[in-house]
């Protein structure tokens, strides 16, 4: 494998597939970058795109920090004020908003796994969409393969997807559109079918560890501490050493008491309190803690190694007592369709009452 591509860890398989689409001189015109978030797509699209290009050091350079015309990157963006689908996708922004998007893109082009982070930033605008148009009209023989990427691809509308999808259906010579989404069901069926598809793996702990230290400068022990919930990805394992980790396992912990108790109002004001500034981050991220808490119920039920809330056993042993003939994977599952329901824009505050009056109900059962 091309040393530009061994640049990312933890991806070998993923790797493998790029360097034989490499090899073998038929590059397609669409690529999907699929896998949960935090896990390498976006720095693998930057790497394969240089490899493309011959590993000039010059293009490869322009290809780093996102300049145009080189990498064209596509992303979820605000909408502005009397904006309409016609307007250019800045045009209406505020000064403050398009400097925001400036540093989080420079912050991007230095490290690779940093997640952009837009306030009211849900969708990829049509806008977006035709800017591609402008982008592609321009002949440019510098680079051999100039890259269209879209971040979180499966955030363009019906509508943006298919004026997307004309591109796919005549696509321009030297331009290879690179799709990177954590939930390619959303994506049409058309679009997928002219992508070449490739799934990304959850990362091992050990290269979660070498990612952290290495791009954000975490130490050995604040690392330690987040590791077992992060489930494989560098943007889960940023979020909580952000923000308090240790708050959010105690609330976790205390949601889970009161809900099993079938005190809601408590339950739900714990819950609330969570949700003050409305982040889809901060719902799902006590979801998933509460997912892995089940999941450890199995382990120490079944006496199985690895539990990750391991200052908690005493409450697992007394979960598995109590409610032992809970179905602990249909509760997972239920639990994860909630959790995935944060990312369509459904209602937050309705995702976490249906959280805790799934929570209480095995409460219910039980007497």
């Known amino acids: 494998m091309h040393e530009l591509l061994l640049d990312v860890k933890g991806q070998t398989s993923a790797l493998n597939i790029l360097f034989n689409i490499y090899s ?20 693998s699209a930057i790497q394969f795109l240089k490899l ?32 309409s689908n016609f307007d250019m996708p800045l045009d209406k922004l505020t000064q403050d908003e398009i400097e925001t998007i400036n540093e989080q893109l420079k912050e991007k082009s230095l490290n690779p796994y940093h ?46 997807q298919n004026a997307f999808l004309k591109n796919l259906e005549e696509p321009p010579n030297g331009v290879i559109f690179i799709l990177i989404s954590s939930q390619p069901d959303k994506l049409l069926t058309t679009i997928k079918s002219r ?4 799934n990304f793996s959850p990362l091992p702990e050990t290269e979660i560890k070498k990612i952290l230290k290495y791009r954000y400068k975490y130490s050995e022990e604040n690392i330690s501490e987040v590791l077992p919930f992060v489930n494989g990805s560098v943007t889960n394992a940023v979020f909580l050493l ?51 808490w089940f999941n450890d119920t199995l382990r120490s039920k079944y006496e199985i190694n690895n539990i990750k809330f391991c200052n908690y056993k005493d409450t697992l042993e007394k979960f598995n007592n109590r409610f032992r003939k809970s179905d602990i994977n249909e509760i997972i599952a239920k639990l994860v369709l909630l959790r995935d329901a ?26």
């Open 52 to 83: 493309l290009n011959g590993n000039s050091n010059s293009i490869n350079n322009k290809i780093s920090i996102l300049s145009e015309p080189f990498v064209k990157l596509i992303f979820p963006l605000p909408r502005g004020k009397s904006e």
């Open 195 to 198: 992508c070449w598809t490739i």
């Open 115 to 160: 997640q952009i982070s837009l306030k009211n930033a849900n969708n990829i605008k049509i806008n977006s969409i035709r800017e591609i148009n402008k982008v592609l009209s321009l002949n440019y023989d510098e680079i051999q393969f100039r890259g269209i990427i879209l971040l979180d691809a499966h955030k363009m509308s019906i509508e943006a």
């Open 242 to 292: 952000e923000n308090n980790f240790e708050k959010y396992i105690q609330k976790a912990i205390t949601i889970l008491r009161y809900s099993l108790a079938g005190k809601l109002f408590t339950a739900t004001k714990e819950f609330s309190n969570l949700l003050d500034n409305n982040t889809v981050n901060n719902l799902s991220t006590i979801i998933d803690l509460i997912i892995t």
């Open 342 to 367: 944060a990312d369509r824009n459904v209602n937050l505050n309705l995702i976490m009452m249906n959280v805790i009056f799934e929570l209480a109900s095995i409460g219910m059962k039980a007497k």
């Open 24 to 43: 073998s001189k038929r590059i397609p015109n669409a690529i999907l970058l699929t896998g949960i978030e935090g896990v390498g797509k976006f720095f």
